[in-house]
């Protein structure tokens, strides 16, 4: 289980830049944000911390918070596994359609929301920390979180019914479901490349994605 955010923590993402998501604080406070997935540290000097979309949203959520005089409580329960966040001490998951292959959810105006948040955060980041401010490709922290940032990009563009999960390949994941093309073209305008192939053990398609470097 991660441990929720401590109130230095907190402190950190909640007077983080809205804009880029520039952090401020202890090193050690910020070193445990990136361990908790909440925010990246850039590779290159002077080593800046920026929220991930995950952090982003935590930031959102907390600015909307009345100011407490008394410090919030350092632990509470679990989040869900596959829910979207209750409260800010959840941490935000892109839905990767895992145990749910072919459903398609509801409307959910909160969880919309929270989805815009977090790709306007993950775009934010490609633009602080790819060397070229690109925002056109995915970011070092997208390379290391491809389950995610392709559930992430599916997710932002209105697909449904898709499932993202892992490959033997380093830098590919593997996306199935009915919509295919639409899979394709929407990742593709995100900044991921993708290739058709077929399962004939299942009878169907599916994507290989990866990351495009140019």
């Known amino acids: 289980m991660t441990r929720p955010p401590s109130a230095a923590q907190r402190r950190a993402i909640r007077t983080a830049d ?14 445990g944000l ?5 925010a990246v540290r850039h590779a290159r000097p002077p080593h800046r911390y920026y929220l991930t979309p995950a952090g982003q949203l935590m930031r959102e959520q907390l600015a909307a918070e009345p100011v407490r005089l008394v410090p919030p409580p350092e ?3 679990a989040p869900v596994p596959g829910s979207a ?14 145990g749910h292959a072919g459903d398609a959810p509801q409307p959910d105006p909160g969880r919309e929301r929270e ?12 633009r602080v920390t790819n060397p070229d401010h690109s925002v056109e490709r995915p970011c070092a922290w997208e390379r290391t979180h491809l389950t995610q940032a392709v559930a992430l990009a599916l997710e932002a563009g209105h697909c449904r019914g898709y499932l993202v999960s892992e490959t ?4 590919a994941v593997r ?3 009915p919509d295919s093309r639409g899979y394709a073209g929407t990742l593709e305008r995100a900044g991921w490349q993708t290739s058709a192939h077929a399962d004939r053990r299942a009878g169907a398609a599916y994507l290989l994605a990866s990351p495009r470097r140019t």
């Not at 809205?18 to 070193?31: D, E, K, R, T």
């Not at 966040?85 to 895992?98: C, L």
């Open 18 to 31: 809205a804009g880029s998501g520039l952090l401020q604080g202890p090193a050690a406070a910020l070193a």
């Open 34 to 38: 990136v361990a908790q997935g909440l």
């Open 75 to 77: 632990a509470g329960p």
């Open 85 to 98: 966040p209750a409260d800010p001490s959840g941490v935000f998951s892109a839905r990767t359609g895992a």
């Open 115 to 126: 989805v815009r948040s977090a790709w306007a955060g993950l775009v934010e980041m490609r």
């Open 168 to 171: 033997v390949q380093p830098e």
């Open 175 to 177: 996306v199935d479901g």
